[in-house]
T-cell receptor, first 115, second 114 residues
Framework: KAGVTQTPRYLIKTRGQQVTLSCSPI?????VSWYQQTPGQGLQFLFE???????NKGNFPGRFSGRQFSNSRSEMNVSTLELGDSALYLC??????????????FGPGTRLTVL | AQKVTQAQTEISVVEKEDVTLDCVYE???????LFWYKQPPSGELVFLIR??????QNEISGRYSWNFQKSTSSFNFTITASQVVDSAVYFC???????????FGTGTRLKVLA
């Protein structure tokens, strides 16, 4: 099976702009989670979707949003970008029913740079 | 509160040495899962192992082994006869019914020198 794919791999934006990142999970996986990775804060959970519904959300401002489509593909959007949003954004899909204890498989990430 | 501590920020070893990466966790849940992931320079997190809280048996997979001890809340990872390709950042993670997916440690950067 193909792994989790994320597009684009790299993005450069300026403050105030918005950005949309895309994630395609492993075939058959219905749960998709997003994480932000920065040198200062490490890996932090953003949100999780299962069957097109957001089930869990981390402690991020409302500028961060996401959605999931019927084919399980997911997008995350960040509006009004700030310098501090520069990070590696990782997407992961679950091999189970989206329970918090399932094994997650990660994509290569999208590296976002905000200037 | 849920927490994962990886006290070793960076470790350097010479090829063929054994190395142990420490992971200490905190949780009040009785049912939980622990994971180890490897992050090479490419950025992708590669799954290595998952262990549930009821299974304290050590596990060995090739050069990798894991020691899970509930008494000390630790889930340590040992690489035997390290190789340059083992150079990466290694993350320990905790997941249980009370968490928002995984709680990650801060990672340990392993450098294996030829």
């Amino acid at each position: 099976k193909a792994g989790v794919t994320q597009t684009p791999r790299y993005l450069i934006k300026t403050r105030g702009q918005q950005v949309t990142l895309s994630c395609s999970p492993i075939s058959g996986h219905r749960s998709v989670s997003w994480y932000q990775q920065t040198p200062g804060q490490g890996l932090q959970f953003l949100f999780e979707y299962f069957s097109e519904t957001q089930r869990n959300k981390g402690n991020f401002p409302g500028r961060f949003s996401g959605r999931q489509f019927s084919n399980s593909r997911s997008e995350m959007n960040v509006s009004t970008l700030e310098l501090g949003d520069s990070a590696l954004y990782l997407c992961a899909s679950d091999d189970g029913q989206g329970a918090s204890t399932d094994t997650q498989y990660f994509g290569p990430g999208t590296r976002l740079t905000v200037l | 509160a849920q927490k994962v501590t990886q006290a070793q920020t960076e470790i350097s070893v010479v090829e063929k040495e054994d190395v142990t990466l420490d992971c200490v966790y905190e949780t009040r849940d009785t049912t939980y899962y622990l994971f180890w992931y490897k992050q090479p320079p490419s950025g992708e997190l590669v799954f290595l192992i998952r262990r549930n809280s009821f299974d304290e048996q050590n596990e060995i997979s090739g050069r990798y082994s894991w020691n899970f001890q509930k008494s000390t809340s630790s889930f340590n990872f040992t690489i035997t006869a390290s190789q340059v390709v083992d150079s990466a950042v290694y993350f320990c993670a905790l997941s249980s019914s009370g968490t928002y997916k995984y709680i990650f440690g801060t990672g340990t950067r392993l450098k294996v020198l030829a």
